[in-house]
């Protein structure tokens, strides 16, 4: 990735001459150090030259890596200048020479080089490039992610390593180019075992410290954040030189809205695709509930699988209140600065839509002003809602275009049969109007079919019953006609209404069932806990507030709860906000109930790890038995023999043969000592009654201690290679104890270590921690199998059965953890296993 702007450092142009060119600035900027910034700086090098660019390699540091030596070869090399300073000499860049030879271009590496007291006129090496840019020289430089002002901080904390050497971030953002120098972490990991990046003897240090794959991971995060920002700014100045004021929509941000209907996934899945055909595009799910809960007709069930493939796609759900849905959605949109809405169409069927009005998507395309709206087909279009509303038979819009049709349909029908007049008879036109107050009462009901009738019985006695032109009420032809229409209109308006209620009720009723089948098979899988259950109440019924008190209904107490509900004999339910109707009552109370088993569920865990214990003491036991029959009679029976044998009078023996029966059962002794000792420490350790005395202790004072302790010859002491104790601070350990910790974790890798090589002991700080690494080489175990070897009598790869009772690791643990530290495993670079020891620094240390 190359950024490349046409700004120089502003030093750099107030120290040059009049009417000289300030030099252009280039820079190689990498994630960690053995990226190839150098050498990608020689390639750059070699391609100018070959261009025929004047090009003198001013400071180049090799680091003794064989190929960026060989990349040097054919290029000027500037003499470096020696430098005097308080305790030495040293070698660095010649500024003076440079300006006297002045080349086009000078490769100067490392930029945030610090120079040695009395190395020139500058402290920095930054600060002799801008000298250097001043005088018209261009300059390639090179430049680590942790060595900016601003990312050091950050850096010191993700890896541990203060940084002392950094470059302002001005400097660099004002750079003429700046090239991206980047490797996956395992490639550079995999250089770095190679040997390519340090030598041999600090390979495996560096690769258990600062290269350890997360803080590779998060170096790169940041070096590519930092350089995605400079992008940012150079586009916006390209936008204000060339006066572009339009918006260009350089990110995506996909919103789809969700209602728990069937087409919720294929509306997921576009919105997918539509974030996915730009870098960097979010995808954003909202589902919008209604104030009245229930009435909303959502499928919990189908929502919760929604919001499952939502996530597993990379992105995110939201659930909002709002009772105007298309407005709820806007509002969310733009609050998300998003730039595309993805709808599906309406389920309404055309006469729904045509008799109601428009509906949500086409209010939202009218409140979306910028942002893109995408209204998506799906099976379900145009088949009908899901789950109508219980509270009332006809929708608001029905009710007031029933009255309107009743009184404007038989008029406009009266217009018609006049100008059809002498060609129909008064039957016929009898029955079209008893079809107009049929139709009435379809549309709006009881009320609109009695005015429909009305209207239609007073049009047909004025209009057209003789005599024409006046009401004959009195007649007892037309006292028929208006009871007749009276009488169909009610009995058709009363069969529409009651099967509009029967409709409603039994889609409520599913709906219900639904909801609370979802609910009891969350519980019964242990999918929710119950803050998560909380949530969905307030969720499903509109609550402002939904809390679960542990105590009866008759003893909640607070400031004016709206409703408590039990939920089991001793845990109720209080709700704040809405008055809830006595339908969702019912509905609460079962949610109550399910809220009660969860309850109940909890405190059933809740007993039954308690019994945990009880059971892994009673493992322990039968474990501590099986092996004490073998592994304390072994040594036990050695020392019994060779005291026995000294005792006896049959056989008289030599001062060697007796010396040496003294050591076998000295050997034997001391060996059960310590058998019995782990085992009694493991029983302080699980009964919680191990006394620790912290205190600030070195790691030089205390590993010595624990390799003398092991009683090892003079060949597997030498196996044992320590490096970098000296330079690590003191930790806050009970010093016995991390001796017996150590101890049993060398004991362990020079066991399983390959023939006789070497057992790695390394140290670094990491924060406020200290980390201790034993490496060994040896087979390694599967990373499936690591956590069992900490546990009591596992002897997971060893090779013979008189490597102890398998304490060793379990106690290490035990001991660590008591003292505030960890103990975990890792792979060995090259093969074999890491045990890494994290304890805690001693401050001020």
Partial sequence: ????????????????????????????????????????????????????????????????????????????????????????????????????????VVLIDELAHTNAPGAGGHPKRWQDIEEILAAGIDVVTTLDIQHLDSLSDVVGKITGVPQRETVPDDLVRRAHEIELVDIPPEGLRRRMAHGNICPPERIDASLANYFRPGNLIALRELALLWLAGRVDEALQKYRSEHGIGGVWETRERVVVALTGGPEGETLV?????????????????????????????????????????????????????????????????????????????????RLDRFLTGRGIGETVVELSEDIDVHMVTHERAGRGRLLPSRRRTLPASRLAAGPIAALLLPALLSVALD?????????????????????????????????????????????????????????????????????????????????????????????????????AGSIVRGDQTLPALLDRTKETFGMEAVELALESPGAVAGPDPALVVAAGPEASLILRGR?????????????A?????????????????????????????????????????????????????????????????????????????????????????????????????????????????????????????????????????????DPPLLERVLANLVSNALRHSSGDRPVLVTASALASRVEIRIADRGPGIDAADRERVFEPFQRLGDRDNSAGL????????????????????????????????????????
């Fill in 269 to 349: 899945r576009r919105a997918a695709r539509i974030a996915g055909r730009s870098a960097g595009g979010g995808l954003l799910a909202v589902h919008v509930t209604r104030s009245n809960g229930l009435a909303a007709g959502v499928s919990h069930a189908a929502l919760a699988g929604q919001r499952a493939l939502v996530e597993s796609l990379g992105g995110s759900y939201h659930s909002v209140v709002g009772d105007e849905v298309p407005l709820a959605l806007v509002d969310f949109a733009m609050a998300e600065n998003a730039t595309q809405l993805v709808l599906g169409t309406s389920r309404r069927g």
């Fill in 419 to 519: 100008h059809m007049r002498g060609t129909l008879n008064l039957t016929s036109e009898a029955l079209l109007f008893l079809l107009i107050v049929v139709g009435v009462a379809c549309i709006g009901g009881v009320t609109s079919a009695l005015i429909a009738a009305l209207t239609a019985a007073l049009v047909l006695n004025y209009w057209f019953m003789p005599p024409v032109g006046e009401f004959t009420m009195g007649d007892p032809d037309s006292v028929l006609a208006l009871a007749v229409f009276a009488c169909v209109a009610t009995t058709v308006a009363t069969v529409v209404d009651r099967s509009l209620r029967l409709s409603r009720r039994a889609a409520r009723a599913t709906a219900e069932a639904e909801t609370l089948s979802s609910l």
């Fill in 593 to 733: 109930a399910h809220v009660g088993a969860a309850v109940e569920k909890a405190r059933l865990a809740e007993a039954a790890a308690e019994v945990e214990p009880i059971k892994a003491a009673d493992k322990l036991r039968t474990a501590l038995l099986r092996a004490v029959s073998h592994d304390l009679r072994t040594p036990l029976a050695g020392a019994l023999a060779a005291i026995g044998s000294l005792r006896g009078t049959d056989v008289a023996f030599s001062d060697e043969d007796r010396a040496e029966l003294l050591a076998s059962a000295e050997t034997s002794l001391l060996r059960l000592h310590r058998l019995v000792e782990n085992l009694l420490d493991l029983s302080r350790l699980q009964a919680g009654a191990l006394n620790l005395e912290l205190r600030s202790a070195t790691l030089e004072e205390v590993l010595p201690v624990a390799v003398d302790s092991l009683d090892l010859d003079a060949a597997a002491r030498r196996r044992v290679d320590v490096q970098d104790l000296e330079s690590v601070s003191a930790v806050m350990v």
């Fill in 806 to 845: 398998g304490l060793g690791l379990a106690l290490a643990r035990g001991l660590t953890e008591a003292m505030g530290g960890t103990l975990s495993p890792e792979d060995t670079p090259g093969g074999g296993l890491t045990m890494v020891v994290s304890l805690p620094a001693a401050e001020g240390v």
């Fill in 1 to 104: 990735m190359t950024v490349t702007e046409g700004t120089v450092p502003a030093a750099a142009v107030a120290a040059g001459q009049p009417g000289l060119r300030p030099g252009r600035l280039k820079v190689f900027l990498g994630a960690a150090p053995g990226v190839g910034k150098t050498y990608r700086m020689l390639d750059e090098a070699h391609r100018r030259v070959a261009r025929g660019v004047d090009v003198v390699a001013g400071f180049v540091e090799c680091h003794r890596r064989p190929h960026t030596e060989a990349r040097l070869d054919g290029l000027e090399t500037l003499p470096p200048a020696e430098y005097t300073y308080p305790g030495g000499r040293c070698a660095g860049l010649g500024v003076e020479a440079l300006l006297a030879r002045r080349p086009q």
């Fill in 579 to 591: 008055l809830l109707p006595s339908s969702d009552r019912r509905v609460l109370t079962a949610f």
